[in-house]
């Protein structure tokens, strides 16, 4: 690009020493002069210098104990130093012929102490990033619950959202990358989302989730800790996917659907485009994801979909088979002609068995009852932590924390005509706040009606009983779109909704 400045201002020089020229012009070279350095200089000089992604600035937080990548753009063919508060390392590279680089720096153990990092291209200024922190990074997605801020959306509040605002000041080890919503037809380089500290200022708009997470684990591994908000509400799964998966998976007229502005934040691919895939160099600890609730009509493909969706990200960011923790959607009244929610989250339980190292945090219990046609339950606050529990368990081997709700394992028959219910994360029994509501049992004829469970407290089963099916050989339990769960084992996590047949509906 300097060179480009010179020939420019050599071809310029040359026009105005030209005498046939000279007249003509003289009156205006003051003026075109203005306009030179007004308007083409700075141009010319944006273009050369070291320019870097919103992502990479002041406040960041930085995967510890690894090769972190750390990339931008600058002039092609210049050389890149970059240089770390907590090390003597330099670390170089060449910029490729569209002008982007990419270092990958040595990280530290975690502290929360402030670190700096210098990055120069050849010999120009410096760009300096201060206020890094060294701890654990974590990618959080998906749609409208897991974009909900502290501040709660038009008449639906977050619990506790306002004393978090209120308080948030004192979790100076805890930053946000807020990422703003874009859409975009190709993949794109660039998108807005530098890191925030926590302040009332800033936390307004960080995902509770998110947030809450991020809070349980700085908590209990006492490291900063760091984490991408990309998310957009009422985004469909295919929307987080390229292209050419969404064409493998058998997804018809990917571009024209994508190109639809009039399907809004249904489209296809645009987030991944747009929000996602600028995003994929930087190194994060795992994913987590919170969506669903827009594809409940297309219940029959989640699975699949969101197990090719994560191989796809595991393989972008290579950085081997990062965990993946997501959360069940919570219960609402769908229609009342189909049980669609319920059949989503049956989807997203067939996922856990087909994804290698993933979680699945339950909200069978967290809705109030006004909340049947409320999308965005108030209670995020314990999403967070069992997302973090899951995390803490499975990531991070804290011995003492059980992150799993129990699943169902089989059913056995009764002496007295009942049945006996097996289920996995249960060793200590089971917990309950009442009566136990949502079981259903039916015999040979196929018809369901309600059944009585009771706790077998030293078998750690739970025994159904229902006259009215007479010899029982189904049982399903919340089998609703809405329910309020409150069966649970001794980590207070609940049951998760099951049935024991596949019967067509």
């Not at 003051?30 to 210098?49: D, M, N, Y």
């Not at 910029?95 to 990419?102: C, K």
């Not at 029959?300 to 069940?328: C, I, K, S």
């Not at 959607?329 to 989250?345: E, T």
Request: charged residues 20%.
């Amino acid at each position: 690009m300097g060179k480009l400045r010179s020939i420019f201002l050599m071809c310029f020089g040359a026009c105005l020493s030209n005498p046939k020229n000279h007249s003509k012009m003289k009156s205006q070279k003051q003026k075109l002069w203005i306009v030179l350095s007004v308007c083409l200089f700075p141009f010319l000089t944006l273009q050369a210098e070291l320019r870097l992604p919103d992502i990479i600035s002041d406040h960041m937080v930085l995967q510890q104990q690894s090769d972190a990548a750390l990339w931008g753009w600058a002039e092609p063919g210049s050389t890149i130093t970059v240089t770390v508060s907590w090390d003597r390392t330099k670390y170089r590279t060449e910029t490729a012929a569209d002008g982007h680089w990419l270092v990958r720096v040595a990280t530290p153990a975690a502290s929360k102490e402030p670190r700096q990092i210098t990055i120069r291209e050849g010999r120009n200024k410096p760009t300096v990033l201060k206020d890094v922190l060294i701890g654990e990074v974590w990618f959080c997605s998906g749609q409208s619950n897991m974009f909900m801020p502290l501040s709660g959306y038009l008449n639906q509040p977050v619990e506790g959202g306002a004393d978090m605002i209120l308080r948030c000041g004192k979790y100076e080890h805890v930053r946000v990358a807020y990422v703003g919503r874009h859409a975009a037809l190709e993949p794109q380089e660039q998108v807005d989302g530098r890191w925030l500290k926590s302040l009332p200022a800033n936390a307004r708009l960080f995902s509770a989730v998110a947030y809450f997470f991020a809070l349980t684990v700085n908590e209990v591994l006492d490291v900063p800790v760091g984490v991408i908000t990309c998310s957009w509400g009422g985004s469909h799964i295919a929307g987080w996917m390229p292209r050419e998966l969404l064409d493998s998976l058998g997804y018809r007229d990917v571009v024209a659907r994508a190109s639809n502005e009039s399907l809004r934040n249904g489209r296809p691919m645009v987030m991944y485009n747009g929000m996602l895939y600028p995003l994929h160099h930087y190194t994060v600890k795992g994913f987590l994801w919170y969506q669903g609730c827009s594809d409940v009509g297309a219940y029959q493909d989640y699975a699949r979909y969101q197990t090719a969706m994560v191989a796809h990200w595991r393989n972008l960011w290579g950085l081997g088979e990062l965990p993946f923790y997501f959360v069940e959607i919570a219960p609402y009244l769908y229609r009342p002609d189909n049980l669609h929610g319920y059949l989503l989250r049956e989807a997203q339980q067939r996922s856990l068995d087909m994804i290698p190292n993933s979680g699945m945090v339950s909200t069978a219990d967290l809705v109030k009852p006004y909340e049947q046609r409320i999308i965005h339950p108030s209670r995020k606050k314990e999403v967070g932590d069992r997302l973090a529990m899951l995390a803490l368990d499975r990531t991070y081997r804290v011995r003492g924390i059980q992150s799993g709700s129990p699943r169902f394992q089989k059913m056995e028959p009764l002496p007295d005509g009942g049945v006996a219910l097996s289920f996995t994360d249960c060793n200590d029994g089971f917990s309950t706040t009442g009566v136990i509501t949502g079981f259903e049992a039916a015999g040979a004829d196929r018809v369901f009606h309600p059944a009585k469970a009771r706790i077998l407290a030293q078998e750690r089963k739970i025994a159904i009983h229902c006259p009215e099916a007479g010899e029982i050989v189904a049982v399903r339990y919340l089998f609703d779109n809405f329910f309020i769960a409150n069966l649970y084992n001794m980590r207070q996590l609940p049951v998760l909704p099951f049935r024991t047949d596949d019967w067509e509906e």
